[in-house]
């Protein structure tokens, strides 16, 4: 029972970071496309493509997240900041970034670099 409890947590935390880099997206994409910004429409690419392999890896059905796709008033970062902290994951520093220390065959890799992309767009 205690097992089926801490699943059910897991899951929770997982999905409520999702849900937070879902509207992380979608508020940076309207931002990309009214300012009509091709570096950060890249960005949202990496982000979305990142979003939808998490999605498939945490096995969420369809109707199990709650996915807008309007427009995001706010956004509770919280959830993000403690995947950040429960994943032991550092944000890169792009000023000393070389590209041979992502691997982007590898999907922790890949994370690591999207995620630092929106901790540095999010924290401006």
Known sequence: MEDL??????????????????????????????????KLGLICM?????????????????????????SV????????????RDNDITVLNFEELEMNQINITKFKDVERFVLSHIYYLTQK
């Open 5 to 38: 409890n801490l699943a059910e947590k897991k899951k929770n935390i997982e999905k409520e970071f999702i849900e937070t880099i879902h509207k992380v997206f979608i508020s940076l994409n309207n931002k990309g496309k009214s300012t009509n910004n091709q």
């Open 73 to 84: 008033d706010t956004i509770n970062l919280v959830p993000f900041f403690t995947y950040l």
């Open 46 to 70: 990496t982000i979305f493509k990142y979003l939808k392999e998490k999605i498939v890896l945490s096995g969420f059905k369809e109707g199990e997240l709650s996915l807008p796709m309007d």
